[in-house]
Structure formats: C-alpha cells, structure tokens
C-alpha cells in the first residue's frame, strides 16, 4: 500500500517539538548547572574567604538559573523552527508533492483463517 504525506499539521508538530524541545534543554541546562558548580568549587579554592562564599552562592544560583531557562529557551526556539519547517514542508509538497511511504500488512491467522491487515486512514 503506497501512502503519501501531503501535509503536516502545524499546530501539532509545534506541540510535541515544545516538549521535545523542552527535555533536551532541561538536560542541557543540568549539564551546564553541574558544570558552573565545578567551576564555582574550583574557584573558591583559589581565592579566600570572602570570594569563596560568594563564588559557591553565584555559581549554584546561576547553575539553577541556566537549567529553566535553557529548558525554555530551546523549547521555544526549537518549536519556532519546527513551526517554519512544517511550513516549508507544506508548500513544497503542493508544488514537488510529499514524501511517499510503502507500507505491508502481515498476514495473520484468525480462528483458522487468514487475512491480511488493513490500514485505515483519512
């Protein structure tokens, strides 16, 4: 059976890129909040007292600060760009067409009887 995908729906591809997105950007984020803490201990052990304390404050702060707000950031960067691409996508495909899939159905046994399945779609 031989589909074709003439058009992606903006407004969902945005929705799950937004959470995509945002996953990968929390990960980034802790990436970098482990990484500023590091740099903050490594800091603190060159300078005295008073620049000690306050490099631990500023680094853990911004280390927790850079998780949200890369989570964030490439949330919506990556959905804006996913918006455009869909876009892209949709005015190609009417002038080039869109991608063509193949797809097989298995052939299953049911009570003694075969039959091949079947996709349904819109």
């Known amino acids: 059976m031989n589909l074709e ?7 969902s591809c945005i929705k799950v890129s937004f959470i995509l997105y945002g996953i990968f ?22 300078g005295g007292k008073d620049f000690g304390s306050l490099s631990g404050l500023f680094t853990g702060f911004l280390g927790i600060f850079m998780a ?7 949330a919506v960067i990556g959905s804006i760009f996913t918006a455009i691409f869909a876009w892209f996508y949709n005015v190609f495909a009417k002038i080039a067409g869109g991608v063509k899939f193949e797809f ?19």
Do not use: P, R
């Open 5 to 11: 995908l003439k058009k992606i729906d903006i407004w």
């Open 25 to 46: 950007g929390l990960a980034i984020g802790i990436f970098y909040a482990i990484l500023l803490t590091f740099l903050g201990g490594i800091l603190s052990s060159f």
């Open 68 to 74: 949200f707000f890369l989570a964030i950031f490439y």
């Open 104 to 122: 097989e159905g298995e052939k299953t046994v049911l009570k003694g009887e075969e039959s091949q399945a079947s996709f349904k779609y819109e």
